[in-house]
């Protein structure tokens, strides 16, 4: 059972950056997708960004030019760099992750979830 543990998470002011981290218990070379959703209190989970390959990534249009995600397959770790953010990003993270090869895009199916970490961000 692959177990996925997310850090980084934290308060930041309007305009700030953070970047969060997804530890994994597995090799993650083998992960064909990868991604990071988000909740925000009261709202559905929506996808954030996903990564296939180094070159081949997909956001959320309200974070596009903001977040960055990547992947150090070395270090089993999946990233999030959050730049300029914005009080309505402020919500829990999941990382997320899945082994089949098919279609990987922002808001992918998954099998494989951590428990979160939460992102808040003040005006």
Do not use: H
Request: hydrophobic content about 30%; charged content about 20%; glycine content about 12%.
């Amino acid at each position: 059972q692959v177990q996925l543990v997310e850090s980084g998470g934290g308060s930041v002011q309007d305009g700030g950056s953070l970047r969060l981290s997804c530890a994994a218990s597995e090799n993650t070379y083998s992960m064909s997708c990868m991604g990071w959703f988000r909740q925000a209190t009261g709202k559905e989970r929506e996808g954030v960004a996903a990564i296939r390959s180094a070159s081949t990534t997909s956001y959320a249009d309200s974070v596009k030019g903001r977040f960055t995600i990547s992947r150090d397959n070395g270090k089993n770790t999946l990233y999030l760099q959050m730049t300029n953010l914005k009080p309505e990003d402020t919500a829990t993270y999941y990382c997320a992750a899945r082994y089949p090869s098919y279609g990987c895009y922002v808001g992918s199916p998954m099998d494989y979830w951590g428990k979160g970490t939460l992102v808040t961000i003040s005006s």
